[in-house]
């Protein structure tokens, strides 16, 4: 079954302990990305990958890292969380063609 | 640049009503557009899509969704309303271009209220 599969589900952290969101998918996709959902601003984008090796800075950077060394992975990471960072984050990846992303069923992140 | 508008946070009908959730989006050249629906505690799914050709587009569960240029709008409509239609939906906006990955920008959804 073709999907993106997110883990955690879900996590509460401390302020200023570094966590990694896993995200993978099995689609061969070159273009993956991540957002953050919050109440009443919808899905802002934080990064995103084109390809193995190529990330860059979406909407809402600050405070996150990504990295993509296998074309299947694109970890999340936030290497000192704070409570701002508290959010529903998902990831989604995207083939060729505009068929429209596949979501991963989100990590729901609360810093305290 | 490009945006997306959704008129209404939050709309209600009664099951078997009509279901219209407005869009109205913002693009320097020939977008693509998009619906997603989030059911609670899921990811977002894609309902339908509009990237050329006819306006009219179909989707899942009997949505769709008319592409007006004019009106720079894609409305997304159901002609009669089932409790399982309860959810949050998305439009979505992407510069259309042959070839290539185009940033989609979200709106800031529409929940939808289905009262028997």
């Known amino acids: 079954e073709a999907q993106v599969t997110q883990n955690p589900r879900y996590l509460i952290t401390v302020t200023g302990k570094k966590l990694t969101v896993t995200c993978s998918q099995n689609m061969n996709h070159e273009y993956m990305s991540w957002y953050r959902q919050d109440p009443g601003l919808g899905l802002r984008q934080i990064y995103y990958?084109?390809?193995?090796?190529?990330?860059d800075k979406g909407d809402v950077p600050e405070g996150y890292k990504v990295s993509r060394k296998e074309k299947r992975n694109f970890p999340l990471i936030l290497e000192s969380p704070s409570p701002n960072q508290t959010s529903l984050y998902f990831c989604?990846?995207?083939?060729?063609?505009?068929?429209?992303?596949?979501f991963g069923s989100g990590t729901r992140l609360t810093v305290v | 640049a490009q945006s997306v508008t959704q008129l209404g946070s939050h709309v209600s009908v009664s099951e078997g009503a009509l279901v219209l959730l407005r869009c109205n989006y913002s693009?320097?050249?020939?977008?693509?557009l998009f619906w997603y629906v989030q059911y609670p505690n899921q990811g977002l799914q894609l309902l339908l899509k509009y990237t050329t050709g006819a306006t009219l587009v179909k989707g899942i569960n009997g949505f769709e969704a008319e592409f007006k240029k004019s009106e720079t709008s894609f409305h997304l409509t159901k002609p009669s309303a089932h409790m399982s239609d309860a959810a949050e939906y998305f439009c979505a906006v992407s510069a259309g271009r042959s070839g290539g990955y185009q940033k989609v920008t979200f709106g800031t959804g529409t929940k939808l209220q289905v009262i028997p």
């Open positions: 990958s084109m390809n193995v090796e190529v990330t």
């Open positions: 693009s320097s050249v020939p977008p693509y």
């Open positions: 989604a990846s995207l083939g060729q063609g505009a068929h429209g992303y596949t």
